[in-house]
């Protein structure tokens, strides 16, 4: 059984970093494209970040371009959120996934999901 166990979400101010992990068990995680997705209550659930089983090759939301980066270890088999320059506006519920397939920006794309870490900056 896959899963997925987020952690690293918290209380941080505006301009302020956090780093979210995604710990994998189950799967042969070195296989695997990963993405990070964010959700507010009311809305559906948004792309942030995806990157692919070889680690060069990433993708962002246009909102995150150049504060969010995504990275990968292989041998501990966890996906990295680094979130730095937050803004208000990053507030959120964070969710890691394995990728499957169709459009990596899409949250139907992906088949398993960890249960989230709550990311809150204030203002």
């Known amino acids: 059984q896959v899963q997925l166990v987020e952690s690293g979400g918290g209380l941080v101010q505006a301009g302020g970093s956090l780093r979210l992990s995604c710990a994998v068990s189950?799967?042969?995680?070195?296989?695997?494209?990963m993405g990070w997705f964010r959700q507010t209550p009311g809305k559906e659930r948004e792309f942030v970040a995806r990157i692919s089983w070889s680690p060069g090759n990433t993708q962002y939301a246009d909102s995150v371009k150049g504060r969010f980066t995504i990275s990968r270890d292989n041998a501990k088999n966890t996906v990295y959120l680094q979130m730095n320059s937050l803004k208000p506006e990053d507030t959120a519920v964070y969710y890691c996934?394995?990728?499957?397939?169709?459009?990596?920006?899409?949250?139907?794309?992906?088949?398993?999901w960890g249960q989230g870490t709550q990311v809150t900056v204030s203002s």
């Open positions: 996934a394995v990728y499957s397939t169709g459009t990596p920006r899409t949250a139907t794309s992906y088949d398993y």
């Open positions: 189950g799967r042969t995680f070195s296989s695997y494209s």
